[in-house]
């Protein structure tokens, strides 16, 4: 793997490999753009195949929050960062090592729980840093948020494929029932739509059922369901050749980051099939948006409103997606760039 040119390319501004002899800690902070402040990304703990899988997940997600961020008009960059181990290896010394390397980062990169991190982990990093966010004691913890936004981008994509955003009797697949997935299928049921759900563990898949009268799916079937709305809400690279041309569904609108294996080529077969998809980066910003408020003075009212917008800028994306031609990934892709820019001159003028 070519380093300089493959971070270049993608716009990366600063790979950290951080080695910890005493603890074995291994991880790469990638920060993308802090052209309008602060990296903000999690920290995902997970037992990659090789380092060059760690580096591309690292890459590949911390420029999605770049855009997530712009997307939501937050002021902020796009960061992450990924531990290379198996959960069973995670010890307090290596997260307190971790949490060193992002304080000696001085306020670059703030981050907190994703993937195989607890709320207790995060705490022992927080005992060496204090740029930290997301924490139960703080904004409570983003996935009750990003469930809302999922929500919120799902009632946009039906108002502007079905003329009405009300979601009622429509059938919807959620894929994955972790955090996010099983607070929006709560929010689907009081919607009362017809849900039908299916997750690689089976006890969550029939705590759901019973406690939403929801339908259980197996895991591979979930593509190819005769539903209106399928919900990824497990891991990435879902989108992809095989999954897609099973797919019966008009709209995908989920949490899971990078859900597409080739941003073009997967995102232009959506379009070709007529499946309205819901950029991940922006139907999934719940979260960033909840733990950003953190650093302007918590306020739930604020931060929730501020997850509203969601709809708006979905909506906006449909409508410049079908006027242009181009896919819904690729009109977030020019409006993500063009806040960007836009901040980036705001910025100049004040500091002129
Ligand atoms: N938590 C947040 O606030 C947040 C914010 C933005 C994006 N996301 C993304 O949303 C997704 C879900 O996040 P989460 O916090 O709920 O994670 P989680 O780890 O709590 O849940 C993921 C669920 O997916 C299931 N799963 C894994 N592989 C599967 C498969 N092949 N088929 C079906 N189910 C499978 C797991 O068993 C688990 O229940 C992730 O991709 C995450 O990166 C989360
Ligand atoms: N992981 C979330 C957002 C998030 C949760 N906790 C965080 C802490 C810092 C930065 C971002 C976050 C996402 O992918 O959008």
């Given at each position: 793997?070519?380093?300089?040119?493959?971070?270049?390319?993608?716009?990366?501004?600063?790979?950290?490999?951080?080695?910890?002899?005493?603890?074995?800690?291994?991880?790469?902070?990638?920060?993308?753009?802090?052209?309008?402040?602060?990296?903000?990304?999690?920290?995902?703990?997970?037992?990659?195949?090789?380092?060059?899988?760690?580096?591309?997940?690292?890459?590949?997600?911390?420029?999605?929050?770049?855009?997530?961020?712009?997307?939501?008009?937050?002021?902020?960059?796009?960061?992450?960062?990924?531990?290379?181990?198996?959960?069973?290896?995670?010890?307090?010394?290596?997260?307190?090592?971790y949490g060193?390397f992002i304080e000696?980062l001085?306020?670059?990169f703030?981050t907190?729980?994703?993937?195989?991190?607890?709320?207790?982990?995060?705490?022992?990093i927080?005992?060496?840093t204090?740029y930290?966010?997301?924490?139960?004691?703080?904004?409570?913890?983003?996935?009750?948020?990003?469930?809302?936004?999922?929500?919120?981008?799902?009632?946009?994509?039906?108002?502007?494929?079905?003329?009405?955003?009300?979601?009622?009797?429509?059938?919807?697949?959620?894929?994955?029932?972790?955090?996010?997935?099983?607070?929006?299928?709560?929010?689907?049921?009081?919607?009362?739509?017809?849900?039908?759900?299916?997750?690689?563990?089976?006890?969550?898949?029939?705590?759901?059922?019973?406690?939403?009268?929801?339908?259980?799916?197996?895991?591979?079937?979930?593509?190819?369901?005769?539903?209106?709305?399928?919900?990824?809400?497990?891991?990435?690279?879902?989108?992809?050749?095989?999954?897609?041309?099973?797919?019966?569904?008009?709209?995908?609108?989920?949490?899971?980051?990078?859900?597409?294996?080739?941003?073009?080529?997967?995102?232009?077969?959506?379009?070709?099939?007529?499946?309205?998809?819901?950029?991940?980066?922006?139907?999934?910003?719940?979260?960033?948006?909840?733990?950003?408020?953190?650093?302007?003075?918590?306020?739930?009212?604020?931060?929730?409103?501020?997850?509203?917008?969601?709809?708006?800028?979905?909506?906006?994306?449909?409508?410049?997606?079908?006027?242009?031609?181009?896919?819904?990934?690729?009109?977030?892709?020019?409006?993500?760039?063009?806040?960007?820019?836009?901040?980036?001159?705001?910025?100049?003028?004040?500091?002129?």
């Open positions: 793997m070519k380093l300089f040119e493959t971070t270049a390319t993608a716009g990366h501004e600063q790979v950290l490999f951080c080695n910890d002899q005493a603890s074995g800690l291994k991880a790469i902070i990638a920060i993308h753009d802090s052209r309008l402040g602060a990296a903000m990304g999690a920290t995902r703990l997970w037992p990659y195949e090789s380092e060059v899988a760690a580096l591309t997940d690292a890459l590949r997600l911390s420029r999605g929050m770049t855009y997530k961020a712009a997307c939501a008009n937050i002021p902020m960059g796009g960061g992450k960062a990924v531990i290379i181990a198996k959960p069973e290896q995670k010890t307090c010394e290596l997260l307190q090592a060193r000696r001085n306020g670059r703030i907190g729980q994703d993937i195989n991190l607890t709320p207790q982990d995060v705490r022992q927080n005992r060496e204090k930290v966010v997301g924490t139960q004691e703080k904004s409570g913890g983003p996935a009750p948020v990003t469930a809302i936004g999922v929500l919120l981008g799902m009632k946009a994509a039906a108002k502007y494929r079905f003329g009405s955003d009300n979601l009622k009797g429509l059938k919807v697949a959620v894929q994955g029932l972790g955090n996010v997935g099983q607070h929006l299928c709560d929010w689907l049921h009081q919607n009362e739509v017809k849900l039908f759900v299916s997750d690689i563990n089976q006890a969550k898949v029939s705590k759901v059922a019973r406690l939403y009268g929801a339908t259980a799916v197996e895991p591979e079937q979930v593509y190819g369901l005769d539903v209106d709305i399928f919900a990824p809400c497990a891991m990435g690279a879902i989108l992809n050749t095989q999954t897609i041309s099973q797919m019966k569904a008009s709209i995908i609108a989920g949490s899971a980051n990078n859900q597409l294996l080739d941003e073009q080529v997967h995102g232009e077969m959506l379009t070709d099939q007529n499946i309205l998809y819901c950029p991940d980066y922006v139907i999934n910003a719940g979260g960033l948006i909840n733990v950003y408020h953190e650093l302007i003075g918590y306020q739930e009212k604020k931060a929730i409103s501020h997850v509203h917008s969601i709809y708006d800028t979905l909506l906006e994306l449909f409508k410049k997606a079908e006027t242009t031609g181009m896919t819904t990934h690729k009109a977030s892709m020019q409006l993500a760039e063009e806040r960007i820019t836009q901040a980036e001159q705001a910025q100049m003028l004040v500091s002129a």
